[in-house]
């Protein structure tokens, strides 16, 4: 997704930019530009197509150099990812760069160019430009034209602009977008995401929706919504830079699918007493506040909407609990009926994905009982705006396709599970002291469920011709099907289905062949003798199968049918465990086939337009 870095300093600012760039490359995106007020006093700008080291070796050979400047790296939404839609844009003497998408650009782009605005890109962000010029003829100063802009734009929007008659500022808007201002010592940086810019500054300053920020040198002045001056808190990391490198793997993803353990750990600690789990993590209201749940709903998108699939089987039969799970883009756009009661649940690795955080908006307005966030980045919108809180502690996920923020967040919709179960009185304290025994050794589970890995890579090779596969699974391991052939799809473009088993019959059945490897999960529960027909339904149609099988599920190899024994683990943990195969598999298929694994073509990290 589109990211921004800006700078304003004593020091030439251009490397500093390309820095920040690179730091945000992992969330995607298709093309990245730069521009510079230089020392000789001209707004200039460089735009490549492609990677930052596209536009890295550009600068090489014809070097900005110059005290202010912003930058971005563009994922495409409106106009073709080339290099005259690429960000910043231009208007006169101003040079814009925007996260978002303004919806009434049409309007805008009509009506400027009735004044004889002329474009030279296809982007909404243009329109920004030229408004902004228009503006300035009146109003003058930089600050005071954009807080007009903004008010005739309709979308969501993360902006920073510069004026070359103004070089002593850079000025910024938020609504929609993130953004965040580093604070150094006489010099002041924006960026869409913190990360950006830990290599100058340890000091940060959240912008609020609403918010418009005038950044110089040595000075920050922030309005918000209303127009009011406001000071926005300071926040001082002291983690040091966060490990960003890939260690002894080849690839950030098999280092996130190996940290799984550790990171479950971390999801868990402090969360467990001898017996339960303490509902105090949900935040100190939680546990009057379930004590009143009678129903549950559930919002997200993609990974994180198969997260909220599982939890939907846990909550009905654990907790007693009716759920209902949506993905975010149609909930946010139905006529939603609430059931009294209900507690609005979102999931969301990045806090900031547009789609979710419209939902939980539009949900402030429908009367649930209160908002939960179940989120791994604890400054993100999507916790701000929420009432209670869970952190998942997956650590920084750079990965695009999401695998140990996954698991970490069926970790905290479990203890979702066994806290309402507990405060409603509807869970056995047997049944919750022996999930959260469960729960404490599932780290080891999963560290060897990894030490499977080679087996997995062998298997692998049978995918590497195919165009096209089924993933089944029953019950609960019916979404974690689901998102087997999501992260298959995302990262080795090979079309994947997921399908529960028993719908077989009822139409994929006549896709079976053998070219359509069918992938399964077997763990050794009630649903076993069930999935053992469906799979006899694909033998006998020539499909080869490849099962991920509970070690006493008395499952073997066979002609046609590839077995991996996994270990054995408690049927409610099972998606979990399950989960970790279906990851490699898709991994070590996407580096036979040689995709860009931790950057699949088309996709962004985080979503933050519609
Ligand atoms: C898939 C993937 C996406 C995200 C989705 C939601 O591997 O990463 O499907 O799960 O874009 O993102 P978050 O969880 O940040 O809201």
């Not at 509902?279 to 004590?291: K, M, S, T």
């Not at 599982?310 to 009905?316: F, H, I, N, Q, S």
């Not at 719908?503 to 763990?523: C, I, Q, R, W, Y």
């Amino acid at each position: 997704m589109c990211g921004i870095v800006g700078a304003v300093a004593e020091r030439n600012i251009t490397a500093i930019l390309l820095e920040g760039l690179k730091r945000l490359e992992y969330r995607g995106y298709d093309s990245a530009g730069v521009a510079v007020f230089t020392n000789d006093g001209t707004l200039e700008r460089t735009r490549r197509v492609g990677k930052v080291s596209e536009l890295d070796a550009a600068l090489a050979e014809h070097p900005l150099v110059g005290r202010l400047g912003i930058a971005h790296t563009r994922w495409a939404t409106h106009g073709a990812p080339n290099e005259r839609n690429a960000h910043p844009h231009f208007s006169g003497d101003i040079a814009v760069v925007h996260n978002g998408i303004i919806e009434n650009h049409e309007a805008l782009r009509e009506q400027l160019k009735a004044l004889g605005y002329v474009f030279t890109s296809d982007t909404d962000t243009e329109v920004i430009a030229h408004l902004l010029t228009h503006k300035l003829k009146d109003l003058h100063d930089l600050t005071v034209a954009l807080k007009a802009t903004v008010k005739e734009l309709h979308g969501a929007y993360g902006l920073a602009v510069i004026n070359a008659r103004q070089p002593d500022r850079l000025v910024a808007a938020r609504s929609g977008s993130p953004l965040v201002i580093g604070l150094g010592l006489g010099e002041n940086f924006l960026a869409s995401d913190q990360l950006a810019l830990r290599q100058v500054t340890d000091r940060f300053m959240y912008l609020e929706e609403g918010d418009i920020a005038e950044i110089r040198r040595d000075n920050v002045q922030i309005w918000d919504v209303s127009g009011n001056p406001v000071e926005r808190q300071t926040v001082q990391y002291s983690d040091g830079a966060e490990a960003a490198d890939k260690g002894e793997f080849r690839h950030y993803m098999l280092k996130e699918i190996h940290e799984q353990p550790t990171v479950v750990q971390r999801t868990l600690e402090g969360r467990l007493s001898n017996d339960q789990v303490l509902v105090q993590a949900f935040g100190p209201q939680a546990a009057e506040l379930f004590a009143k749940v009678r129903n549950v709903q559930i919002v997200a998108c993609g990974t994180s909407y198969h997260a909220g699939m599982v939890a939907r089987y846990w909550l009905e039969e654990l907790a007693g609990i009716p759920c209902q799970v949506e993905v975010a883009s149609e909930f946010r756009y139905r006529k939603v009926v609430v059931q009294p009661d209900t507690l609005f649940v979102t999931i969301s690795q990045s806090g900031e994905t547009a789609d979710t955080l419209a939902a939980l908006r539009n949900a402030k307005e429908l009367g649930f009982l209160a908002s939960l966030a179940i989120c791994n980045v604890g400054i993100s919108s999507l916790v701000r705006e929420s009432d209670l809180t869970l952190l998942t502690q997956a650590g920084r996920e750079i990965g695009v396709a999401s695998t140990k923020a996954f698991t970490t967040q069926l970790v905290g919709l479990l203890l979702l599970t066994l806290s309402l179960g507990q405060v409603r009185g509807t869970l056995a304290k047997g049944v919750e002291a022996r999930l959260v025994e469960e729960l404490r050794r599932l780290p080891t589970r999963l560290g060897e469920a990894l030490a499977m890995d080679s087996t997995v890579e062998k298997i692998a090779e049978l995918f590497a011709e195919k165009n096209h596969t089924l993933f089944l699974g029953r019950g609960a391991q019916f979404p974690v099907a689901m998102e087997g052939a999501l992260k298959l799809k995302e990262i080795s473009y090979i079309h994947a289905e997921a399908y529960p088993a028993g719908e077989l019959k009822h139409g994929p059945l006549a896709l079976v062949d053998n070219d359509m490897p069918v992938v399964t999960v077997a763990p050794n529960n009630e649903l076993l003798e069930k999935l053992k027909s469906n799979l006899q339904e694909v033998r006998a149609r020539g499909g080869e199968l490849i099962v991920f099988a509970d070690e006493k599920a008395g499952m073997t190899n066979g002609e046609g049918t590839h077995v991996v024994q996994m270990p054995h683990i408690h049927d409610i943990l099972s998606p979990i465990l399950y989960t970790i195969p279906l990851q490699l598999l898709s991994y070590y298929v996407a580096v036979l086939k040689g995709t860009d694994v931790d950057q699949p073509r088309n996709l962004a990290k985080s979503v933050t337009v519609e």
